[in-house]
């Protein structure tokens, strides 16, 4: 799985306004399949309710020392010991100098005693206090114990001042727990074009087929590539609602004849080619001019078949590797062993979309991925994030080194 997957991360959240930024880091956390276990401080619960940390981590949230649910463990030491990680975000000038001090008096700090986890800082304050010879002390007592900080940023801060004491976003410090855990580099080197959404094929100005594809499976995959370091990432896009992640270059098409230029434009330029994208089988023989007028009693439009893109990769392919999808509603595992075949990739990705929690338009997907030797994985319901991970989790691990790739530029 993910390198966060199985981790536990005890996110520290103190008193500041930056503590709702703490509610996106938890997200993207749980997200990439890490358990999150939140501990506030009396004052960041003045920011922000502990229930927006405990709806995103799925986790009773700490904040009382005394408050013990489970009456078989001292949460604490419990919460201590169980962290592969802690991670202070937002830390206040209080916090930073309690645990130089080495004092315990709340649930966070006495967590803080007795952990044997790495501890993080990301420090978020006014310029003024970042920059207090106390502050700046404290901060040099623990680097010389380990801690690490993740430095603030400079800028507008809440209190009016510009400067540095501005949390770092949730983004950095995602990527820097993710590089700690040994992600962030699997496809270093690698360049990948991921299709996804759904095409529309024009009937006339006003009218379209199209279908149920929201790109959320082909998105997930791309920010999940460029999270697993891979050096450029081409997300082929029919039109979704979704907005552009971060790093990928988008290439918004339409029609399948679109998709299909854009693609195999661009095929010869990447390593890994996932084709989530949802194209049409047919498209209208002829595209209307103008707006078609309601004539006759029945109209039958005729259809002509569109090329199948990822039969022509199939047959054009070099070096790289293809993963394609394949939805079904019956026969899953036949449908999607045919289609590895034919379309002669290397991984096909099954989901049966009747399935509840599958397929189109929602945040999950079951799936079961396939190669030429049958089965290779069956993921239960899970996010398409988690699933994005795992299939990139499994290219990176098959595609042929870097050294033995010629032609495709690094
Ligand atoms: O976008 P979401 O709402 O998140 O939904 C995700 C999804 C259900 C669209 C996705 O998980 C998925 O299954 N994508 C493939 C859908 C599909 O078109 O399946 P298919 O079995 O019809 O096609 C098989 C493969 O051939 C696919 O990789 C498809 O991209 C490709 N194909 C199909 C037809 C065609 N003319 N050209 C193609 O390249």
Redesign the pocket.
């Known amino acids: 799985m993910g390198d966060l997957y199985g981790k536990t991360i005890v996110l520290g959240v103190c008193g500041g306004i930056a503590a709702y930024k703490a509610a996106a880091l938890t997200s993207k956390l749980t997200q990439a399949g890490a358990t999150v276990r939140v501990i506030m401080t009396k004052s960041a619960v003045q920011f922000v309710a502990p229930l927006t940390f405990q709806t995103l981590s799925r986790h009773h949230v700490f904040v009382d020392t005394f408050d013990e649910k489970d009456a078989s463990v001292v949460s604490h030491i419990n919460l201590a010991d169980s962290a592969d990680l802690v991670v202070i975000a937002p830390a206040t000038a209080n916090t930073i100098g309690k645990l130089a001090l080495g004092l315990g008096d709340d649930m966070l700090s006495t967590t803080l005693l007795a952990t044997m986890a790495p501890v993080w800082v990301a420090p978020a304050m006014n310029v003024h206090m970042y920059a207090n010879p106390a502050v700046q002390q404290n901060m040099q007592t623990l680097r010389s114990r380990g801690v690490r900080f993740i430095e603030p940023g400079e800028g507008q801060l809440a209190c009016g001042y510009v400067g540095k004491g501005r949390l770092a976003e949730p983004e950095e410090i995602f990527a820097t727990i993710e590089q700690y855990f040994g992600g962030g580099s699997r496809l270093k080197g690698r360049h990948v074009l991921v299709?996804?959404?759904?095409?529309v094929e024009r009937i006339d100005p006003v009218r379209y087929i199209t279908?149920?594809?929201?790109?959320?499976?082909?998105?997930?995959i791309a920010e999940e590539a460029v999270r697993m370091g891979a050096t450029h990432v081409t997300l082929v896009t029919g039109p979704?609602a979704l907005s552009a992640p971060a790093g990928v270059e988008l290439i918004p098409v339409k029609s399948?004849l679109d998709?299909?230029d854009a693609?195999l434009s661009r095929l010869a330029a990447n390593h890994l080619i996932i084709?989530?994208?949802?194209?049409?089988?047919y498209r209208p023989a002829a595209v209307a001019e103008q707006k078609m007028k309601k004539k006759t009693e029945s109209l039958t439009l005729e259809l002509v078949?569109?090329?199948?893109?990822?039969?022509?990769?199939g047959t054009l392919k070099t070096e790289q590797f293809v993963?394609?999808?394949?939805?079904?509603t019956e026969r899953l595992d036949e449908?999607?062993l045919d289609?590895l075949k034919r379309?002669n990739?290397d991984l096909?990705?099954?989901?049966d979309?009747s399935q509840d929690g599958?397929?189109?338009?929602?945040d999950t997907?079951v799936?079961r991925i396939f190669d030429h030797n049958g089965l290779v994985e069956a993921l239960p319901i899970q996010s398409?994030h988690l699933v994005a991970r795992r299939l990139l989790e499994l290219a990176a691990e098959r595609m042929p080194r870097l050294a033995h790739t010629t032609g495709i530029p690094s």
């Not at 299709?195 to 095409?199: E, F, P």
């Not at 078949?305 to 022509?312: A, R, S, T, W």
């Not at 993963?323 to 079904?328: H, S």
């Not at 096909?348 to 989901?351: A, L, M, P, Q, S």
Request: glycine share 14%; aromatic share 4%.
């Open positions: 299709t996804a959404g759904g095409t279908n149920d594809s929201s790109g959320k499976m082909g998105y997930a979704t399948a998709m299909r693609v084709k989530a994208a949802a194209v049409a089988d078949k569109n090329p199948d893109i990822l039969q022509e990769i993963i394609g999808f394949a939805a079904e449908h999607a289609k379309k990739c096909i990705v099954g989901n979309v599958a397929g189109f338009s929602g997907n799936v398409k």
